[in-house]
T-cell receptor, first 111, second 114 residues
Framework: GESVGLHLPTLSVQEGDNSIINCAYS??????FIWYKQESGKGPQFIID?????DKRQGQRVTVLLNKTVKHLSLQIAATQPGDSAVYFC??????????FGQGTELSVKP | NAGVTQTPKFQVLKTGQSMTLQCAQD?????MSWYRQDPGMGLRLIHY???????DQGEVPNGYNVSRSTTEDFPLRLLSAAPSQTSVYFC?????????????FGPGTRLTVT
């Protein structure tokens, strides 16, 4: 069946360092993968997405890498800031447009 | 634009009570959906709608009903609340013809069933 899971539930980094959050998926028929950021007490906020026919996409301070061979997705955050502290979810968008969320990784940034 | 709004923010119910969680959006989005989020987990899809008069089930629809009489509103009904429905509920909306990944989420409703 479909599943999207994260390797690590928590990640602690020093301010200014780069962060890498990983995600594994099992549905090879997905069209999109998305990363969401969820701050405490708020709904998820879209960060970046990547189509299944791409292997890399860059945004402002964020890069998403997709490795379809091993069904692995990662989110890289450059020069991590305290405001980046949140829970990060990867999600798999099926052809019906439904989102299947992974468990989440809590990123903690130490000043 | 107010975006996606949800009411109430917090609610406590007794087992067996019923209630409706409200969701509204002012972006003229065709697609609306309801998710629940349990501690330490991602969001799971309960029900969704691709337009007024059209609804369908998601991953975890049991115990919940929805209707979509207007484009703007998508209420979620719990007919007989159970402790297993204690969760945070998020409503989301997006355009159908645009990027399906760009769903806008509301602030959530925290529901406790005792």
């Amino acid at each position: 069946g479909e599943s999207v899971g994260l390797h690590l539930p928590t990640l602690s980094v020093q301010e200014g360092d780069n962060s890498i959050i990983n995600c594994a998926y099992s549905n090879s028929a997905s069209d999109y993968f998305i990363w969401y950021k969820q701050e405490s007490g708020k709904g998820p906020q879209f960060i970046i997405d990547i189509r299944s026919n791409m292997d890399k996409r860059q945004g402002q301070r964020v890069t998403v890498l997709l490795n379809k061979t091993v069904k692995h997705l990662s989110l890289q955050i450059a020069a991590t800031q305290p405001g980046d502290s949140a829970v990060y979810f990867c999600a798999d968008v099926t052809r019906g447009g439904k989102l299947i969320f992974g468990q989440g990784t809590e990123l903690s940034v130490k000043p | 634009n107010a975006g996606v709004t949800q009411t109430p923010k917090f609610q406590v119910l007794k087992t067996g009570q019923s209630m409706t969680l409200q969701c509204a959006q002012d972006m003229n989005h065709e697609y609306m959906s309801w998710y629940r989020q349990d501690p330490g987990m991602g969001l799971r899809l309960i029900h969704y709608s691709v337009g007024a008069g059209i609804t369908d089930q998601g991953e975890v629809p049991n115990g919940y009903n929805v209707s979509r009489s207007t484009t703007e509103d998508f209420p979620l009904r719990l007919l007989s609340a159970a402790p297993s429905q204690t969760s945070v509920y998020f409503c989301a909306s997006s355009y159908l013809s645009g990027n399906p990944a760009e769903q806008y989420f509301g602030p959530g409703t925290r529901l406790t069933v005792t």
